[in-house]
């Protein structure tokens, strides 16, 4: 995984930490701890929706109806607990992470420029394809963001980097099907 990545999580995490109340001290702990360690983060991919059989931690921060903290593995499930903590601290497993914000505020812009960089620069990347239909950007953003897929598409054409090629060339896919099934905002 590529250090700016690595670098984006820490400073999407720095943001929510400055702008958002959580509901649990835990989750703060948690943050701080996971943006102050980058072996952690490359474990961390955060999410706009769950995926079952993964290992999810989900954060809620003031104003919704969520659990404060709770972690989903494999075979057991904690919620509101210290020892959600210790889990993380000791344990170096990858973990999805799925923010619950405020239901009365508008959709966080950050969140979806974090998932998208994390498309591209994840090899994880075909785990999280259907995020891309969740974001809500506007005709312009998703107008960036296909020129950009294209130029690298390019790229990796040049570069004779099969692997790339085929990560862009999917993510490229999904956007153009996702305009074929819905709109999007102007």
């Known amino acids: 995984m590529s250090e700016t990545l ?4 820490a400073t999407f995490i720095e943001y929510l930490l400055f702008r958002y109340t ?23 991919h955060f999410i706009d929706e769950p995926i079952a059989q993964h290992n999810t931690l989900e954060l809620a921060t003031s104003n919704t109806e969520q659990p404060a903290i709770k972690l989903t593995l494999s075979d057991s499930q904690l919620v509101n607990s210290n020892k959600i903590f210790n ?8 973990i999805d ?37 969740s ?15 294209r130029d ?3 790229l990796s054409l040049q570069m ?13 896919n999904t956007f153009e099907l996702r305009n074929m099934n819905s709109p999007s905002k102007d």
């Open 22 to 44: 959580f509901k649990s001290r835990i989750s703060v702990w948690i943050l701080n701890l996971l943006k102050s360690s980058p072996d952690l983060l490359q474990q961390v």
């Open 87 to 94: 889990y993380i601290a000791q344990h170096h497993q990858a």
């Open 160 to 172: 004779q980097d099969r692997a790339l090629f085929y990560q862009l060339s999917q993510i490229l």
């Open 135 to 149: 974001m809500p950007l506007s005709k312009q953003s998703e107008s960036s963001i296909v020129a950009h897929l």
């Open 97 to 133: 992470i799925k923010i619950y914000f405020d239901t009365t505020l508008d959709r966080e812009p950050k969140l979806d420029d974090l998932l998208i960089q994390q498309l591209l620069q994840s090899p994880y990347y075909a785990v999280y394809m259907h995020d891309i239909y």
């Open 6 to 9: 690595v670098q984006s999580k």
């Open 152 to 154: 690298n598409i390019d």
